[in-house]
């Protein structure tokens, strides 16, 4: 990345004397995308056909790039025929559909869970819970989907030995949920090596947390610039530009504070989600204008981008 962003409220506290201490060179990511962007736009809880068609309708109304989709109720939600609408209907669009592998920890039987501690979160239990995990992605890549959304280390590994083994389509992009975010470099790396081809980390990372992750790998990065409520809550608009500068490549999600949880969605649920839905579109758009606002809007990789790039693995064979 070559040009520094400008900072909101400058130059106007600069005339003020309050003007804040200048970027260092050193702080900006190295790393970008394979096509030579830096950010890309993710609208994550799009839970399905029709509250993609909401999205798509607000992102053409508002003139909102999309470069990925993202749902959270898990594939083991939806019936193949709206598996098969949705992935034909971002397929043509140039956006890659990411569906949610299941079983989780928070929706078995397991109590530890719901202790104050959260006991394993939403880890898979069991031999059986990675199986259906595994059933999950090979029914979603069969009917045309290309990302997953994983929430377990071994479900991540063996995901990635069976990409590398051909049991899913070699094309198939894993990626690890905010609910499991690494929080330091040293994790990081730990999941780009099991396979992971964007890594969600928690929104409250400092600024200096992803400079120390971008000096030790460059997988594709997920940050919620707009955190759910169940996430923190965390409202990072104004600090979007100084994060696509440390973090990238960075996918800029736009979750929605103050809004209820969605997952596992039924149609009991539809209208807020339908609601929900165009407000992260919307919510996209306010973080676009901040980015041309602060001369950080050239670095989107272009429509229809997807492939993290060559990223550092461990050894299937072992």
């Not at 003007?19 to 702080?27: E, L, V, Y």
């Not at 029914?139 to 994983?150: E, H, I, N, P, S």
């Not at 890594?199 to 790998?217: C, G, K, Q, Y």
């Amino acid at each position: 990345m070559t040009d520094t962003p400008r900072r909101p409220g400058e130059p106007a506290l600069s005339a003020l004397g309050l003007s804040a201490p200048a970027p260092r060179p050193d702080d900006a990511s190295p790393h970008t995308f394979p096509d030579g962007g830096t950010w890309r736009v993710e609208i994550p809880s799009v839970e399905g056909p029709e509250a993609l068609a909401a999205v798509l309708d607000e992102a053409a109304r508002l003139d909102v790039p999309v470069h990925r989709i993202s749902q959270g109720s898990g594939v083991w939600m939806l019936r193949d025929t709206e598996i098969l609408e949705m992935a034909a209907a971002t397929a043509e669009r140039g956006i890659e559909l990411c569906l949610f592998t299941g079983p989780r920890g928070t929706w078995d039987t397991g109590g530890s869970v719901r202790t104050d501690s959260g006991g394993a979160g939403l880890r898979s239990r069991g031999h059986d819970a990675v199986a259906g995990c595994v059933e999950d992605a090979v029914r979603a890549t069969q009917l045309g989907v290309t990302c997953l959304l994983v929430a377990d280390e071994g479900v991540l590994w063996t995901l990635h030995r069976a990409r590398a083994a051909g049991v899913i389509p070699a094309g198939t992009t894993l990626k690890v949920s905010a609910l499991i975010g690494p929080v330091n470099p040293a994790a990081y790396a730990v999941y780009e090596g099991l396979g992971a081809d964007s890594l969600n980390v928690p929104s409250d990372l400092t600024l200096a947390h992803l400079t120390e992750i971008r000096r030790v790998s460059a997988a594709p990065m997920d940050m919620y610039v707009e955190a759910p409520d169940d996430l923190g809550g965390y409202v990072r608009m104004y600090e979007i530009a100084e994060l696509v500068r440390r973090g990238a490549p960075l996918y800029l999600k736009l979750g929605l504070a103050k809004a209820p949880s969605l997952y596992p969605y039924g149609a009991h649920l539809r209208d807020v989600t339908l609601a929900t839905a165009r407000e992260r579109v919307r919510r996209g758009r306010l973080a676009l204008d901040l980015l041309e606002r602060h001369g950080a809007a050239g670095g989107m990789s272009p429509l229809g981008s997807r492939l993290p790039g060559s990223l550092r693995r461990f050894d299937t064979a072992q």
